[in-house]
């Protein structure tokens, strides 16, 4: 019913940039928060970035001043614009919303399958 897709990853050189884009279709009535969390194999899923409709942005340590995130509220799409990347980036980045379905539900926490981020040294 409600689905996030992924786009924009890819093999880059170290140093290099990167913009990845998701966005959501379906039924719903709007989207509170949209970010970006990231695994790579044998890690945890750890924060990238969250950005909330009205604006008010979170990045995680390793990431602030190199990564920005900004939506189109307009499109239900997320960005995440990736400068400077670093080998320690390699992971599969995942999409995730906060989508209200009705006024009176609370809304659901909803992951996109995610896109493939190579930096090479």
């Known amino acids: 019913q409600v689905q996030l897709v992924e786009s924009g990853g890819g093999l880059v050189q170290a140093g290099g940039s990167l913009r990845l884009s998701c966005a959501a279709s379906g039924h719903f009535l709007s989207i509170d928060v949209m970010g970006w969390y990231r695994q790579a194999p044998g890690n945890q899923r750890d924060l990238v970035a969250t950005i909330f409709s009205e604006g008010t942005t979170e990045y995680g340590d390793s990431v602030k001043g190199r990564f920005t995130i900004s939506r189109d509220n307009a499109k239900n799409t997320v960005y995440l614009e990736m400068n400077s990347l670093k080998p320690d980036d390699t992971a599969v980045y995942y999409c995730?919303?906060?989508?209200?379905?009705?006024?009176?539900?609370?809304?659901?926490?909803?992951w996109g399958q995610g896109t493939q981020v190579t930096v090479s040294s």
């Open positions: 995730n919303a906060a989508i209200r379905t009705t006024t009176w539900q609370q809304p659901l926490n909803s």
